[in-house]
């Protein structure tokens, strides 16, 4: 059974990352082997992620950094910030 969903899954962000990185890549006018050694990643891990988006969590963030683009990893896994002394202002316990 086929599902549609208009939400990514996993798989398609993936797919855009690694598309998005090569784009990035071809921009800073390096090569896959420049820029796996600039970043001390394996060739085969760069050739890899360019053409299924698998890679280590550690080596994604060393072509970032060589890439000038590891500051976009900081708004991910951002909490979410407790507002329940906001919440407190609008209850009708504050009116009594």
Same mark, same amino acid.
């Given at each position: 059974?086929?599902?549609?969903?208009?939400? =990514?899954?996993?798989?398609? %962000?993936?797919?855009?990352?690694?598309? =998005?990185?090569?784009?990035? +890549?071809?921009?800073? +006018?390096?090569?896959? *082997?420049?820029?796996?050694? +600039?970043? $001390?990643? @394996?060739? $085969? @891990?760069? =050739? +890899?992620?360019?053409?299924? $988006?698998? %890679? *280590?969590?550690?080596?994604?963030? =060393?072509?970032?950094?060589?890439?000038?683009?590891? @500051?976009?990893?900081? *708004?991910?896994?951002? !909490? %979410?910030?407790?507002?329940?002394?906001?919440?407190?202002?609008?209850? !009708?316990? %504050?009116?009594?």
């Amino acid at each position: 059974m086929i599902k549609f969903s208009v939400d =990514k899954n996993p798989v398609d %962000i993936l797919e855009e990352l690694a598309a =998005k990185h090569k784009v990035i +890549r071809k921009q800073a +006018r390096m090569n896959q *082997s420049e820029l796996a050694s +600039r970043a $001390g990643v @394996s060739l $085969g @891990s760069l =050739k +890899r992620f360019e053409t299924t $988006g698998q %890679i *280590s969590l550690e080596s994604l963030l =060393k072509l970032a950094h060589v890439l000038n683009c590891l @500051s976009d990893f900081e *708004s991910i896994f951002n !909490p %979410i910030q407790n507002q329940s002394h906001i919440e407190k202002l609008f209850s !009708p316990e %504050i009116y009594k």
